[in-house]
């Protein structure tokens, strides 16, 4: 049975996206997209990643909401190095050398101090390891975590318990149970 259109790109992203890295994964697509069996989130997608954000800069872990000016400096010194980055398809950038302060953020200076970061939350009870998580990948998610590779994370975050789980994209392939057409994920 021929692949349906929609799994060339999957078969073409994963074989560019794991290419050198070492990981094997076998990924089961499903060609009916499945709708998961569970209640609506109290609140909107919008409300609990602004929540989540909050969260993670009150962590004290390096994470930094950025303003209108830091993100478009960051969009510049990206443009600058070559790599495609989408506007609305980052939330929140991490620094990892604890010499910089949030204030003081230069991207051109500071870029290899910088991790760029999409925030995926909910307020569902969910199992420590979050087995069984579904949340979907937008293409320009899927774009900047392939241009950005190790300068990229998704950042899960719980908004009900403020835990939170930091995996870059091969991570993310490598926990998956099935990937749907609409690019939505589920844990195993």
């Known amino acids: 049975m021929p692949l349906p259109p929609f799994a060339d790109v999957v078969v073409y992203f994963l074989t560019k996206s794991l290419k050198g890295s070492g990981v094997s994964i076998q990924v089961e697509i499903d060609t009916e997209p499945k709708i998961p069996d569970e209640e609506p989130q109290k609140l909107s997608g919008r409300a609990t990643g602004k929540l989540a954000g909050q969260i993670l800069e009150g962590k004290g872990c390096g994470f930094v909401v950025p303003s209108p000016q830091l993100r478009q400096a960051l969009l510049m010194e990206c443009a600058r190095r070559g790599y495609a980055i989408y506007a609305k398809a980052f ?91 609409s690019w939505s994920v589920r844990f195993a």
Do not use: M
């Open 91 to 181: 939330d929140i950038i991490k620094l990892t050398s604890a010499d910089i302060s949030p204030s003081e953020i230069d991207p051109a200076i500071h870029f290899d101090d910088l991790l760029i970061c999409e925030i995926k939350s909910t307020n569902r009870d969910l199992a420590p390891n979050w087995s069984g998580y579904f949340f979907s990948l937008s293409t320009a998610e899927l774009l900047i975590a392939q241009s950005l590779q190790e300068k990229f994370r998704f950042v899960f975050v719980n908004t009900t318990t403020e835990a939170y789980l930091e995996l870059g994209l091969i991570d993310i392939f490598a926990r998956s149970r099935a990937i749907y057409p």
